[in-house]
Nanobody
């Protein structure tokens, strides 16, 4: 069963913006927290941003994206987002969304983001 579906990746020039969307299946409870991760070729998966579902002001960001990326969610749609601004070549990676709910994890399939110089 597909629980999370991502969209919004693509190719963008350095300095540009993209917005990733993660749509939760109706079976995904609207609790816990959500996260965006990324994995660049030859590197380990990196946690990029998190948001607590029931407190959308409770967010965290990795130092590498702080001030450029913003995570948010829409409770009515069971969706969450990653707004990426000021993209850099080093942001190139496959981006994954995840839901962490009561000790369980649910993952999206990944979406490629490529930033050209």
């Amino acid at each position: 069963q597909v629980t999370l579906v991502e969209s919004g990746g693509g190719l963008v020039q350095a300095g540009g913006s993209l917005k990733l969307t993660c749509i939760g299946h109706r079976s995904i409870s609207r609790i816990g927290y959500r996260a965006w991760y990324r994995q660049a070729p030859g590197k380990q998966r990196e946690l990029v941003a998190t948001i607590v579902w029931n407190d959308a002001t409770n967010t965290t960001y990795s130092d590498s994206v702080k001030g450029r990326f913003y995570i948010s969610r829409d409770n009515s749609k069971n969706e969450f987002y990653l707004q990426m601004n000021g993209l850099k070549a080093e942001d190139t990676a496959v981006y994954y969304c995840a839901a962490h709910i009561r000790g369980r994890e649910y993952w999206g399939q990944g979406t490629q983001v490529t930033v050209s110089e």
